[in-house]
């Protein structure tokens, strides 16, 4: 196991514990940090572009008409900001991920989509779970230079309504990341009139962060071969001249894209190719079942 994706499975089983201790019978709150951190020890990887796009291009929903998956999922995405209790969100969450797997074919890839994320919102909430204070109180607590680090219960509280309504959104836009390719987004993207510059640099910016990404995976691979890595000494020398070499080579590539675009008369503008896709009744009805859904949740207390 790499030493990162240990510290990954620590952290986030860390977290999930500190979420239900105390709120739950004794073995639950363990048994949920465990499952967590096996989960996120195991590690993730880092897709292609055009991996994503594969999968975006043979999801069941490709057929549906780009601007309803757009903004249907922007729609849902704003209701889950406005839940005041986690269950609306982790609702909205499930059955985003339902829909993405398509009955579990897609679970290896949604899984390793979902890691990097996963650990962010882990170590954000993990500052809204634990205070400083200087007596011991609350549901837990840990020494820390004097004081103490104390678990109280409306912090758990706080945290489990973030972490919902983070996974609710994530489960939106992973929804629009795995149905909708990148040129259909960009069609939906002019059609509401937001300004070509945006548009082309937002490309930009999501090509050259995976192919950086798959020229890190190639130095580091080379580095290994020739027995770069080691001891710490000389973990630190690799790390250095690799991510050295990684920013010359992104200025090279940068130049001989723009090179090209030139040599081509490139008028500044990226266009896709695009086909029409009809607006179905069926389609229109599904995400309208799901707006009402989550907009009866709320008002019913959700």
């Not at 967590?36 to 043979?58: D, I, N």
């Not at 609710?168 to 993207?189: D, Q, W």
Request: glycine share 8%; with cysteine; proline share 5%.
């Amino acid at each position: 196991m790499k030493p990162v994706s240990a510290l990954s499975g620590i952290l986030g089983g860390f977290v999930a514990w500190s979420l239900f201790a105390g709120a739950l019978a004794r073995p639950l709150p363990l048994a949920a940090g465990a499952a967590v951190g096996l989960w996120l020890s195991l590690g993730h990887t880092h897709e292609s572009v055009s991996r994503t796009e594969q999968l975006a291009r043979t999801s069941a929903f490709f057929d549906v008409h780009p601007a309803l998956k757009v903004w249907g999922s922007c729609a849902l995405l704003l209701l889950c900001l406005f839940a005041a209790t986690p269950w609306p969100p982790l609702v909205l969450f499930a059955v985003m991920s339902a829909l993405i797997c398509e009955r579990g074919r897609r679970w290896h890839d949604y899984r390793a989509a979902l890691t990097v994320p996963a650990l962010f919102l882990a170590a954000g909430v993990l500052a809204l779970l634990w205070e400083y204070s200087s007596v011991p109180e609350g549901t837990a607590m840990i020494p820390f230079f004097g004081g103490w680090l104390v678990l109280r219960p409306a912090a758990q509280c706080t945290a489990r309504l973030v972490m919902a309504r983070a996974l609710g959104a994530l489960g939106c836009l992973y929804f629009i990341r795995f149905t909708t390719p990148v040129s259909e987004l960009l069609h939906v993207l002019r059609a509401a009139r937001i300004p070509e510059t945006v548009i082309d640099l937002a490309v930009l910016m999501y090509r050259y962060i995976f192919l950086l990404l798959e020229t890190h995976a190639a130095m580091r691979d080379a580095a290994a071969s020739r027995l770069g890595f080691g001891s710490f000494r000389r973990d630190l020398r690799t790390t250095g001249i690799l991510y050295g070499n990684l920013l010359a080579h992104s200025f090279r590539r940068a130049q001989a894209s723009f090179d090209a675009m030139e040599s081509r008369c490139a008028g500044g503008k990226l266009l896709f190719l695009t086909r029409e896709k009809p607006l179905r009744a069926v389609h229109l009805a599904g995400f309208g079942v799901l707006l009402v859904g989550m907009t009866a949740a709320l008002v019913c207390g959700g």
